[in-house]
């Protein structure tokens, strides 16, 4: 008897064991996320005066993208040492254009580093050589 009520018990604690696993719920799986996406992004004006002058540098922002994909804040995270560079860059991204990133399929909040390089032209531009017209007329 005690073989059989043993045999018995296990059996219904098996039972029990399998109904209880079938009544778990598992989690649903996660709704896709996206990342932030740039949509448009023309490209910073290059200070005249550091062109001529043959002045370079890199530039690392970053931008808090709302919802909607427009920049919400800027802030300089590396300065590329010239004000006028950093200025012009971070002007320039006010004006982007991203696509949100998403979770759960709905538009948020996100921040993204851009960084921006400035190289100074192969060829001077025309317009340089009469701005050092004028740099040397009011140097005399």
């Known amino acids: 008897m005690d073989d059989r009520f043993l045999r018995l018990a296990i059996g219904a604690a098996i039972a029990s064991g399998l109904m209880l696993a079938g009544c ?3 989690a649903p799986p996660p709704l896709p996320s996206t990342r932030v996406m ?3 992004t023309p490209p910073p004006v290059y200070p005249l005066e550091l062109a001529c002058a043959d002045i370079g540098g890199r530039v690392l922002l970053r931008l808090s993208i709302g919802p909607d994909g427009r920049p919400t804040r800027v802030e300089t995270l590396e300065s590329s040492g010239q004000p006028a560079l950093d200025a012009s860059a971070a ?3 006010e004006d982007w ?3 949100a ?6 538009p948020v909040a996100s921040q993204i580093n851009v960084p921006m390089t400035f190289t100074p032209p192969v060829e001077k531009p025309d317009t340089c ?12």
């Open 101 to 106: 990133a998403t979770r759960a399929d709905q």
């Open 24 to 26: 778990e719920q598992s």
């Open 91 to 93: 002007k320039a991204v």
């Open 38 to 40: 740039a949509v448009e």
């Open 129 to 140: 050589f009469a701005l050092e017209d004028q740099q040397r007329k009011q140097q005399d």
């Open 97 to 99: 254009t991203f696509q």
